[in-house]
C-alpha cells in the first residue's frame, strides 16, 4: 500500500504552495503606492501569469487526485481530526480556485492582457465589462484573507504533526524522506 502522497501529487503540492505564497506578497507590492513603473509592470505580469499557471495546475491536481486518491489518514488519528483536515483541504482548493477565477475575470473583463495566453493565442474568453471586474477586483482582495487564514491552518496543523506529534503524517507528503 502506498504510504501517503505519490510522487506527482507531492510534486504538485510543493510547487503550488511555493507559488501561492509567492503570489500573496506579490500582489500587494504591486498595487502599492510609490512603486517605479517598471517594477510595477513586472510585478503585474510575474502575478498574472503565474496565477494562471496556478489555476492550469490546480485542475491537473483535481483531475489526478481523482483518478489517483491519496492513501487513507492514519487509524490513530481521531475522526474530529480527519474531518478538519478533509474541510481545510476543501476550503484550501475552494480558495485557491475563488482567488484565481476572480483575479482572471478581473483582468480579462477589466481588457488587460494576460500576456502568456496571449502569446500561444489564447484570446480573453469573457467580454469586457468594467462592473464586473470591479466586482471581481474586490472579491479578490477580500478573498485573499480567507485564504490566508485557511493556510494559517493548514500549516499550524501540518507543523504540529511535523514537530509535535511526529506520527508521520507529515511525511505522506514531504519529498525528502520517507517515514
Ligand atoms: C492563488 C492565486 C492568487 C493569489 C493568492 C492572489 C493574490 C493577490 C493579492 C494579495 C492581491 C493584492 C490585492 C490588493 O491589495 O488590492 C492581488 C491583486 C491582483 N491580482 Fe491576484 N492573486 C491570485 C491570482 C491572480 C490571477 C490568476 C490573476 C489574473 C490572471 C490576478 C490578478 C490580480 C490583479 C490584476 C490584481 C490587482 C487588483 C487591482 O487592484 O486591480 N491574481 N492578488
Known amino acids: 500500500m502506498q504510504n ?20 500573496l506578497p506579490v500582489g500587494g507590492i504591486m498595487v502599492s503606492d510609490g512603486l517605479d513603473r517598471s517594477t510595477q509592470n513586472a510585478l503585474f505580469i510575474l ?4 496565477g494562471v499557471l496556478i489555476l492550469l495546475l490546480m485542475v491537473v ?4 487526485r481523482a483518478v489517483n486518491p491519496p492513501a487513507p489518514l492514519p487509524a ?11 474541510m481545510t483541504h476543501i476550503l484550501l482548493y475552494v480558495m485557491v480556485f475563488f482567488m484565481t477565477i476572480t483575479g482572471y475575470v478581473r483582468v480579462s473583463m477589466g481588457g488587460f492582457p494576460i500576456e502568456a495566453l496571449g502569446a500561444v493565442g489564447l484570446h480573453p474568453l469573457l467580454p469586457r465589462n468594467e462592473a464586473i471586474a470591479e466586482i ?11 485564504l490566508l487564514a485557511v493556510m494559517a491552518l493548514h500549516i499550524g496543523a501540518a507543523l504540529h504533526h511535523a514537530l509535535v506529534l511526529r506520527d508521520g503524517v507529515f511525511g505522506r507528503i514531504w ?5
Open 4 to 23: 501517503g502522497y505519490r510522487i506527482p501529487a507531492r510534486v504538485l503540492h510543493w510547487s503550488l504552495a511555493i507559488a501561492i505564497i509567492v503570489m
Open 76 to 86: 490513530h488519528m481521531p475522526a474530529w481530526q480527519k474531518n478538519a483536515a478533509g
Open 47 to 50: 502575478h498574472k501569469n503565474l
Open 175 to 179: 519529498p525528502f524522506w520517507r517515514t
Open 61 to 64: 491536481r483535481l483531475i489526478y
Open 136 to 146: 471581481a477586483k474586490s472579491m479578490h482582495f477580500y478573498g485573499r484573507y480567507v
